[in-house]
């Protein structure tokens, strides 16, 4: 397959993903009627949309850089012709494609029909204190407390206190949330994880507990390590930023940014990372180091998540966690489907869209719950 133009392949993903706009679609009709070459490109991508069952439709795109593509889209450039909000759907429908789920495509239906319907409701942000007591933060407000007040807004916690006791910040499905420690450190809390940190770090090393996925600004401070344990390692840092993630049960992946950290298991096992390095750690392999993409380590905190040729019954349960809503799918019919693309925060209805148009799954949504079918 000849290599194609960006822009008629461009126009050719955004009316696969019913992205065109009237004026667009005329520009194309015009085009197919005078000019031959951009006639012949034309038709020679709806050829092998068509004969997708023979692979040469997706065989020519490169997965890797289709999402490189779509990362580029998300950065602002100072020749942006193509958004953001027309250029995720479309490069969804570009991804599905490069993974080898091989489906007809159609535009997606003008009539969202049950996505009008889907309201997901989210549970709080919770402190649960050493007492046992339990408070709901709100935004903007400051809440005193007999050994500590709490200061909340902007979907962030500071604090005042001299307490020692351990506490734990339960983050639900759909959210995400800042906290900032008595020493200044800063850490972010991705959707259905906790982490569990004395209001004020005595004289001995500065500890606190992650499951989930987390990300760290650690304050120097040479006196007084920081370490953050979680169900299977324990981290130990000076002054630095990194990210633990603990999502997949009997693994921890814990990945460098600047700095220097020690990661180790409860064995003795450890292994010292620099920047740019990950290590992942199960108990059976025990560590292994691989280098990782920043950008999509860390895309949660923007909001965004990319997923790699996932089975969509794994989607499902990814999705469930990112969007705060229990998702069901028949995992005997989709188990042998594979898609790669990406999800934004509160934009389910999209993501729901874009699976419909891109895989023609149905669903319905009911009591909270989305069902694929």
């Not at 997901?120 to 407000?141: R, Y």
């Not at 004289?203 to 979680?230: D, H, L, W, Y």
């Not at 049960?249 to 096992?269: E, F, M, P, R, Y």
């Not at 949660?300 to 499902?316: T, V």
């Amino acid at each position: 397959m000849e290599p194609l133009n960006d822009d008629i392949f461009q126009l050719f993903i955004e009316k696969l993903g019913g992205q065109l706009s009237a004026s667009e679609e005329a520009h194309i009709e015009k085009k197919l009627a005078t000019d031959l070459a951009f006639k012949a490109a034309w038709e020679k991508l709806e050829q092998d949309a068509l004969a997708m069952k023979a692979g040469t439709f997706a065989a020519n795109i490169d997965t890797g850089e289709a999402l490189a593509k779509v990362r580029a889209q998300l950065q602002p450039a100072p020749k942006k012709t193509f958004t953001l909000k027309r250029a995720l759907p479309a490069a969804a429908v570009l991804l599905l494609l490069a993974s080898g789920a091989y489906f007809l495509l159609k535009p997606a239906p003008k009539n969202a029909g049950t996505l009008a319907g889907i309201r997901v409701t989210k549970q709080p942000v919770e402190l649960k204190l050493a007492n046992g007591q339990t408070i709901t933060l709100n935004d903007s407000a400051a809440i005193p407390l007999n050994n500590a007040t709490l200061n909340t807004g902007n979907n962030t916690l500071a604090y005042t206190s001299e307490d020692t006791t351990v506490n734990t910040l339960q983050v639900p499905a759909g959210e995400n949330y800042h906290l900032v420690l008595s020493d200044g450190t800063e850490v972010w809390l991705n959707a259905a994880s906790t982490l569990s940190f004395p209001f004020h770090f005595g004289k001995g090393n500065r500890q606190v507990t992650v499951s989930g996925e987390a990300f760290f600004k650690v304050a120097q401070n040479a006196s007084q390590p920081f370490i953050v344990r979680t169900p299977l390692t324990e981290v130990q840092v000076l002054g630095t930023s990194f990210n633990i993630n603990t999502y997949e049960s009997g693994t921890v992946n814990t990945a460098l940014i600047n700095g220097s950290v020690i990661t180790k298991n409860a064995g003795g096992q450890q292994l010292k990372l620099t920047p740019g390095m990950q290590a992942g750690f199960t108990a059976a392999k025990g560590f292994s180091s691989t280098a990782f993409d920043e950008d999509e380590v860390l895309s949660w905190m923007k909001g965004i998540y990319y997923y790699h040729r996932m089975s969509l019954p794994e989607l499902a349960d990814v999705a469930g966690r990112f969007y705060g809503a229990s998702f069901h799918v028949d995992k005997a019919k989709f188990s042998h489907i594979t898609v790669t693309g990406l999800m934004e925060r509160d934009k389910l209805k999209e993501f729901l869209a874009d699976l419909k148009t891109t895989a023609s799954i149905s669903y319905r949504f009911e009591n909270n719950e989305i069902y694929l079918q």
